[in-house]
């Protein structure tokens, strides 16, 4: 079946820092990606997406290359502030359904 | 504003208590969700909704019930048949014919004792 997996946090870094989360997928068909983040005692904000092979989404300095050979959708960005703390959860949806599939979400701790 | 509403922020019941969940969204979106989110287990799909008077169940539905009585509100009531209903509740919604993007409320966090 269909599944995300992401790298385990919590991940650390200090501000400025460059910031990769590792997302692979197995799915059938061709899903849509998706970068989620949650604020803490918040709901999911959609962060950016990638609707077929090679797309690049991107908003707010993060980006994430739909890359099929590899199944992957790493998210990165390149110079991390204390305000992007948060957990970031990746996501597939395949066409025709309505169902999401998400990751266990990988935790960030930004310090100043 | 658009969006989704959820409410209350926290909720507190004892053991053997049904207990109902509010969701309301005036995005004018088709489709709406429940999700069950446990620490380090992520997002785990209800039930969801794709139009008003019908619902599926999702991956872990035993325990809930909902209703769809409406297109903007989509309740959800945990029952005293769910073994371990602590936890943070999301609600989410999409467009039709983009069941790919959803909007998430910001939660319900349900202590049950």
């Known amino acids: 079946g269909n599944s995300v997996t992401q790298m385990e946090g919590p991940v650390t870094l200090s501000e400025e820092a460059f910031l990769t989360i590792n997302c692979t997928y197995t799915a059938t068909g061709y899903p849509s990606l998706f970068w989620y983040v949650q604020y803490p005692g918040e709901g999911l904000q959609l962060l950016l997406k990638?609707?077929?092979?090679?797309d690049k989404g991107s908003n707010k300095g993060f980006e994430a290359t739909y890359r099929k050979e590899t199944t992957s959708f790493h998210l990165e960005k390149g110079s991390v502030q204390v305000s992007d703390s948060a957990v970031y959860f990746c996501a597939l949806s395949t066409s025709g359904t309505y169902k999401y599939i998400f990751g266990t979400g990988t935790r960030l701790k930004v310090l100043a | 504003d658009g969006g989704i509403t959820q409410s209350p922020k926290y909720l507190f019941r004892k053991e053997g208590q049904n207990v109902t969940l509010s969701c309301e969204q005036n995005?004018?979106?088709?489709?709406m969700y429940w999700y069950r989110q446990d620490p380090g287990q992520g997002l785990r799909l209800i039930y969801y909704?794709?139009?008003?008077?019908?619902?599926q169940k999702g991956d872990i539905a035993e325990g809930y019930s909902v209703s769809r009585e409406k297109k903007e509100s989509f309740p959800l009531t945990v029952t005293s048949a769910q073994k371990n209903p602590t936890a943070f509740y999301l609600c989410?919604?999409?467009?039709?014919?983009?069941?790919?993007?959803?909007?998430f409320g910001p939660g319900t966090r349900l202590t049950v004792t």
């Open positions: 995005l004018n979106h088709d489709a």
């Open positions: 909704s794709q139009i008003v008077n019908d619902f």
């Open positions: 990638a609707t077929k092979a090679d």
């Open positions: 989410a919604s999409s467009i039709e014919g983009q069941p790919y993007e959803q909007y």
